[in-house]
């Protein structure tokens, strides 16, 4: 959904779901089938190559299953709870304490030297 420039310039951007949320989200509500990639992009109106970057991730912690050309949610309902619980304290401790300031994140994170000099190449 496009933006008005003066919503860009401002700052003011929506607050929207993620597309790994939206795909784990799809998937629950349907976790008697398995989809394409394709199907679920359409079914979340999201793009396909950005859907399959997620369902790549969520196979990697193990909330999806793929075979084939198809995927559907984990069989462990109890991992997608965790996940979930954790997702959900994580977003709670951020609106808590404002979040991680990306400025004050860079600050306070330590100078890494460059590759060469941790060689002791030069």
């Known amino acids: 959904m496009p933006l008005s420039i003066e919503e860009f310039e401002a700052g003011e951007l929506p607050q929207r779901t993620s597309v790994p949320e939206q ?3 799809y ?10 990639r394709a199907e679920i992009a359409t079914a979340i109106d999201a ?6 970057t997620a ?3 969520l ?11 198809y995927w559907a949610i984990t069989d462990d309902e109890h991992r997608v709870a965790a996940a979930y619980d954790l997702h959900t304290a ?3 401790l951020d609106e808590e304490d404002g979040g991680i300031d990306p400025d004050e994140w860079d600050d306070a994170a330590p100078e890494m030297p460059h590759p060469s000099e941790r060689d002791g190449e030069e």
Do not use: M
Not at 27 to 36: E, P, S, V, W
Not at 59 to 69: D, F, I, P
């Open 55 to 57: 369902l790549s991730r």
């Open 59 to 69: 196979k990697a912690r193990e909330l999806v299953r793929h075979k084939g050309e």
């Open 90 to 92: 994580s977003e709670r």
């Open 27 to 36: 998937l629950y509500a349907h976790r008697d089938k398995a989809f394409t």
């Open 47 to 52: 793009d396909p190559n950005t859907v399959g």
């Open 23 to 25: 795909v784990v989200s």
